[in-house]
């Protein structure tokens, strides 16, 4: 069964930084791409970012290619998503989730994931 938690999400006025992490039960990323997508209510959700088991090569959506950057840490079970000039835009619930890297993402095809966080930029 896989789990994933994320955390770090809050308050952050506009061009702050937040780093977001989801912690993973062991040895998920042995076998699962890990990839991040947001949602705001009312509208579908979007996928954001991906990193490869195999060889941790990471893909970004245009939209926050840039500003945005994946990382894995092996041995803490943990993703993170480095959230750079975050604007209001961002606003929004973010998940992490098991998928096909790019293309699941590119899709929005996702077959685990997490709770989410909240994130709110803002003045």
């Known amino acids: 069964q896989v789990q994933l938690v994320e955390s770090g999400g809050g308050l952050v006025q506009p061009g702050g930084s937040l780093r977001l992490s989801c912690v993973a039960s062991?040895?998920?990323?042995?076998?699962?791409?890990i990839g991040w997508f947001r949602r705001v209510p009312g509208k579908e959700r979007e996928g954001l970012s991906c990193?490869?088991?195999?060889?941790?090569?990471?893909y970004y959506a245009d939209s926050v290619k840039g500003r945005f950057t994946i990382s894995r840490d092996k041995a803490k079970n943990t993703v993170y998503l480095e959230m750079n000039s975050l604007e209001p835009e961002d606003t929004a619930i973010y998940y992490c989730?098991?998928?096909?890297?790019?293309?699941?993402?590119?899709?929005?095809?996702?077959?685990?994931w997490g709770q989410g966080t909240q994130v709110t930029v803002s003045s």
């Open positions: 989730a098991t998928t096909v890297c790019p293309h699941g993402v590119w899709r929005n095809e996702y077959d685990y």
């Open positions: 062991e040895r998920t990323f042995e076998y699962y791409n």
């Open positions: 990193i490869k088991s195999s060889d941790e090569r990471a």
